[in-house]
Each structure stands twice: as C-alpha cells, then as structure tokens.
C-alpha cells in the first residue's frame, strides 16, 4: 500500500510493523513525530507496546536497556542534545550487546540553538559500537529501520537509522507500506540469545577485571565487521521479498569516472540532479552513496574510488581540528593502497544550511581545476560577513 507521509511517519510505520514490543520516548524537535504516531498507535490499540514516557533521552535509553534484557524488542528516537545526553548509555548499550534500534533525526548541536540539519551528532558516537545507517529518503528510512531490527537481533548490536532533519523527516513522499505478513515472515519475533529469566538464573553487567574485558571488546569488534556481511545476506532476502535493495553503498556512474562526488543522506538526491545534468555536457563524473558508515565498508569504497582521479567529499559534519568524517574515513581507507585518487575534502550544509546543484557544482568544478586540495577541508558558502 502506497501513502504520501513524512519521512518521520516512515519510520513510525516501521516500528509498527515489526511489532516493537516497549517503546520509550521524549520528545526534541525535529524527532518528535516519530514517537508522537506510535503514541497514538498505542493509545488507540493499533500497536500492542508498552509506550514509556520518560523525563530525559537519558531516562529513554535505560528504560530500553531494561526491557530489551528482559527480551523485549524496543525502540525510541532522538536528535542532536538528546543524544548527547544519552552517551553514557550509549556505549552501555553496545558494551551489553543489546539488539536496540533507534532512529536519529540529525540536528546541529548547540550553542548557537539550531534545530536544523547537520550529521555530527550522530558521527560523533561513531566509536560506541553502535552500527549507523543513513537514509535518503522516506522509502529508504522505512526498509532500513526493518532491516535493521533483522540484523540488529542477529550479531547482538544496537542500530542507528539515521535520517536527515526536515529535508526528510518533515518532507511528504510516496512510501510504499509492506504488507505486514510479508513483514512478519521476513522478521519473525524476537528470540533473545540471553535474557532475565528468573528459571535460568544469570549475572547481568558485572564487574569485568583485566583478564576478560579485552575479549569483550574483540568479540563486539568482530560482530561488528561480520554485521556488514550479515546486513547484504540481510538486504538480498528483504530484496526477494519486497523488489528493494540499496547497498552498504551505492556507485552511480563510477566505471569510468573522473571525478566521483561521495555523498550521505538526502544530499545524494540532489547530486544525483546534478550527475545528470553534468554528464549531459559531456563530464566524465560519477556519484557514490555511502549508506552504511558503521562498520565502514571500506573495501566497497575502494572498489568503487580506486580508478577516479579526484574524489569530493561532501561532510555535512565537522570534527573540530581535522576535518570532515566521511573524508576521514575514505582517507583512511586508501591509506595502504598503491594508487591513491586526490581527496578533496568539502564541508557544506552544517546547521541546516541548504546545498543545491549550485552548490555542488562549485564543488566539483573547484576539484577539477585545482590538482590537489588547498587544505583537507574545504568551506562552501561561507558568510564572510558574518566572519568579519
């Protein structure tokens, strides 16, 4: 069934269909409409969850964390100052290897106050053992936040389904709603792997001296790299069943490309306007999508960058004294290969500002007539104004 809702009900629909059993919530803009239709579906018996209305993001988390160690398949959502104040439990959920999904509406941190979109709230838990996925639009955060709860209850980590705020959560499109016996014979409930069970006694979050927290951290590293294979076996069953697949990333036009714009979220929509438009006049440039940023699919980025001679990195995110993530990330990656593309590192859109095909095309024209970056990261469309 195809309905024309926001990106937020999206997701709302998700959590529907997969039959999330506890869901906590407190509201920030712009996540709220996530949590404020499943607390109608609730209310009204459409879903039969526990709705849990908490006083903090803090309080949200460890609500999950509780219900899902009891066995419970759980969600919330949040944005930006929320999330940071979950951090403690953040890594509290991935260091106890619960299977939680939660939607991110990315929103710039504050100070200044800004409620629009900027994606280093989520990029800044890159490193809790958390699995991030970023969505570009409606239909894209609906299949991911299913998938995610199949992949998230299989490897025993907690899953972000990241989308970008107000150019998605708060835009109208058509979305196609799965049937929800096709959704139940993808996901069946959730069988916990270790649970509270007052017949099969067992110590939950103990103290983990020296000889065995080292190991810890291995095994949810390595569940961690085997998620991205899990997620592809994952994403092919869900393929055969609802015709759709995205990829951990997604190369357009790549073969025999140039240049190469990278891209996350809903930029991508308007680079690939802007791919179209350029290889009309006659641009050898290609486009890649990167979806899935935890575990980094490194390899899949090399496959797809290894023959272009520049690549641009679109960040809508900063980390503070080096530069843009995924740059970061991409960098890193080709950092033992023999040939290596010119990296250039563009930081555009933070705080919500907009990036159009204009703006995308300063960048890929700044890429082509430069041989190598002035700096690591680059500032599109600064104000000098208010700089002076």
Same mark, same amino acid.
């Given at each position: 069934m195809?309905k024309?809702?926001e990106?937020?009900h999206?997701?709302?629909?998700a959590v529907r269909?997969?039959k999330?059993?506890?869901?906590s919530?407190y ?16 209310a ?10 908490v ?16 066995g419970?398949r759980?969600?919330?959502a949040?944005?930006s ?9 953040i ?21 200044g106050?800004?409620i629009w979109?900027e994606q ?10 958390w699995?991030?996925f970023?969505?570009?639009?409606g239909q894209?955060a609906?299949d991911?936040t +299913?998938?995610?709860y !199949?992949?998230a209850?299989?490897?025993?980590? &907690?899953?972000?389904? #990241?989308? =970008? /705020? ?7 499109e ?7 016996d096709?959704v139940?014979?993808f ?5 916990p792997k270790f649970q ?13 001296p020296?000889n065995?927290?080292m190991?810890?951290?291995y095994s949810m590293?390595e569940?961690s790299l085997?998620?991205l294979r ?5 994403e092919?069953e869900?393929q055969?069943?609802?015709g759709r ?6 190369a ?6 140039e ?6 979220g ?5 680079c690939?306007?802007?791919?179209e438009e ?6 050898? +440039?290609?486009?890649l !999508?990167i ?5 980094f &699919?490194?390899e899949? #980025?090399i =496959? /797809?960058l290894?023959?272009?001679k520049?690549?641009c990195?679109?960040?809508r995110?900063?980390?503070f004294?080096?530069m843009?993530i995924?740059?970061?990330?991409i960098?890193?990656?080709f ?8 990296i ?6 933070l705080?919500?500002?907009d990036?159009?095909?204009d ?18 990261d680059i500032?599109v469309n600064?104000?000098t104004?208010?700089?002076?």
């Amino acid at each position: 069934m195809k309905k024309v809702i926001e990106g937020s009900h999206a997701v709302s629909e998700a959590v529907r269909l997969v039959k999330a059993e506890v869901i906590s919530a407190y509201p920030i803009t712009p996540q709220t409409h996530i949590v404020e239709l499943l607390s109608e579906y609730c209310a009204t018996g459409v879903m039969k969850a526990r709705f849990l209305r908490v006083e903090s993001e803090h309080s949200a988390l460890a609500a999950l964390i509780g219900a899902s160690t009891a066995g419970a398949r759980t969600f919330t959502a949040t944005s930006s100052q929320g999330l940071a104040y979950m951090h403690e439990l953040i890594h509290w959920t991935a260091g106890a290897r619960l299977p939680i999904v939660m939607a991110v509406v990315n929103r710039a941190l504050a100070p200044g106050w800004n409620i629009w979109t900027e994606q280093t709230d989520t990029l800044s838990q890159r490193d809790t053992g958390w699995l991030q996925f970023y969505c570009e639009d409606g239909q894209e955060a609906l299949d991911t936040t +299913v998938m995610a709860y !199949k992949l998230a209850e299989q490897v025993n980590l &907690p899953v972000m389904v #990241v989308l =970008d /705020a107000f150019f998605l959560s708060h835009t109208y499109e058509p979305v196609d709603i799965p049937d929800p016996d096709q959704v139940d014979s993808f996901l069946p409930p959730f069988e916990p792997k270790f649970q509270l069970d007052p017949l099969n006694p067992c110590a939950f979050n103990q103290l983990s001296p020296p000889n065995v927290y080292m190991e810890m951290r291995y095994s949810m590293h390595e569940s961690s790299l085997y998620a991205l294979r899990a997620y592809q076996d994952i994403e092919k069953e869900f393929q055969d069943i609802f015709g759709r697949a995205y990829g951990v990333v997604e190369a357009v036009m790549c073969d025999d490309a140039e240049i190469i714009m990278v891209t996350s979220g809903t930029v991508t929509s308007t680079c690939r306007l802007l791919i179209e438009e350029l290889r009309a006049s006659g641009e050898r +440039v290609g486009l890649l !999508k990167i979806k899935v940023f935890r575990p980094f &699919p490194a390899e899949q #980025v090399i =496959d /797809a960058l290894r023959n272009a001679k520049k690549i641009c990195v679109i960040d809508r995110n900063i980390s503070f004294g080096s530069m843009g993530i995924f740059a970061q990330e991409i960098r890193a990656s080709f950092c033992n290969e023999s040939l290596k593309p010119q990296i250039f590192g563009f930081i555009a859109g933070l705080g919500g500002r907009d990036i159009t095909v204009d703006t995308l095309k300063e960048i890929y024209f700044t890429a082509k007539e430069n041989e190598h970056p002035e700096r690591p990261d680059i500032w599109v469309n600064l104000n000098t104004e208010v700089l002076s």
